[in-house]
């Protein structure tokens, strides 16, 4: 997807710093700065947001920061990413198009819109549906929008029941969807709860996602 450390490791601690304090203007400013200096969307992506919401969740985890810092971080990382979306969009089309949505009972909606914004930026048509997208609603997107791939995302174990019944949904009218399942969740979730579907694949991270895109 993208070599590493695209990004210096000062530049990364200073936004990290920034967004844990919650300086929006601190972090917009980086992240325009990266962008005038034309680093890759990926590099931004996975060196700059992921990296450092994975690091906010762990300090979460660890009772180091508040429920309002996580969410606050959120926010202006959600906010960030619209600095990305002209790049994003501008890339060709190809005539294909992915379902991303997180699951029934899923609140934690990034790592979700990241999976859609790197189909785009491959030229797919990425249609995100957001978080906590009920099973019938989901199903009816797909059954209208007939799209090439559904990736869903699963931030908490406890909603792997809501995961699977999608799953098992979809697999009971379409048997060819290729079907891509990531999120933290899956730190404690053995992957192979999906091996029993077929065409359900478990992808780690954005490079993996950028990899099955180039090979279909």
């Known amino acids: 997807m993208v070599s590493r450390e695209m990004i210096d ?26 962008l005038e200096q034309d680093t890759e969307i990926r590099a931004v992506y996975v060196e700059l947001f992921q990296r450092a919401m994975y690091e906010v969740g762990a300090l979460w985890e660890e009772n180091k920061i ?25 890339a060709e089309h190809i005539g294909r198009s992915a379902i991303v949505s997180a699951v029934s009972n899923e609140y934690h909606q990034i790592g979700a819109k990241m999976v859609a914004d790197i189909f785009e930026l491959n030229g797919w048509n990425g249609y995100f549906l957001g978080a906590n997208t009920p099973t019938p609603d989901l ?38 969807l290729p079907i891509l399942v990531g999120g933290q969740a899956f730190r404690w979730i053995e992957a192979d709860v999906i091996l029993d579907f077929p065409r359900v694949e478990h992808l780690e991270t954005l490079e993996r996602l950028e990899l099955f895109i180039r090979n279909n």
Do not use: W
């Open 9 to 34: 490791e000062s530049v990364y601690r200073e936004y990290f710093d920034a967004l844990v304090v919650g300086d929006r203007a601190a972090c917009h400013g980086i992240v325009q700065n990266l």
């Open 66 to 90: 508040s429920v309002a810092t996580e969410h606050l971080a959120t926010a202006i990382t959600e906010s960030l990413m619209t600095l990305v979306y002209p790049k994003i969009f501008s």
């Open 139 to 176: 199903v009816r997107a797909i059954v209208d929008r007939r799209p090439d791939v559904l990736a869903l995302s699963l931030s908490i174990s406890s909603n792997l029941p809501s995961l699977l019944e999608i799953i098992e949904q979809v697999r009971s009218f379409d048997d060819e």
